[in-house]
Nanobody
Framework: QVQLVESRGGLVQAGGSLRLACAASGIIFGIKAMGWYRQAPGKQRELVAR???????NYADSVKGRFTISMDNAKSTVYLQMNSLKPEDTAVYYC???????????WGQGTQVTVSS
């Protein structure tokens, strides 16, 4: 059983920084990719950043240059360093992991990030 445990988000002022972490357990088939998604009230869940096991990354245009995703393969942990936060970054952030197995896609419980203006 794959489980994801996310660190607590928080409340931060605009321009501030926050770091999220997500640790996966129960990984059997190796990690294909880990990533972060977010969902703001009344909006669909969207990709924030994703990193494949190869090290390649992709980011939402809205966070490029401000957010950085990294992964510790040995610990099956993914991080999201968020700098220069804006009020529009306010959302529930979800961790995601894909194993090297078809349809092996898992989600964390979500953590609230609130950026005040």
């Amino acid at each position: 059983q794959v489980q994801l445990v996310e660190s607590r988000g928080g409340l931060v002022q605009a321009g501030g920084s926050l770091r999220l972490a997500c640790a996966a357990s129960g990984i059997i088939f190796g990690i294909k990719a880990m990533g972060w998604y977010r969902q703001a009230p009344g909006k669909q869940r969207e990709l924030v950043a994703r990193m494949q096991s190869s090290g390649s990354t992709n980011y939402a245009d809205s966070v490029k240059g401000r957010f950085t995703i990294s992964m510790d393969n040995a610990k099956s942990t993914v991080y999201l360093q968020m700098n220069s936060l804006k009020p529009e970054d306010t959302a529930v952030y979800y961790c995601n992991v894909q194993q090297n197995l078809p349809n092996s896609n898992y989600w964390g419980q979500g953590t609230q990030v609130t950026v005040s203006s």
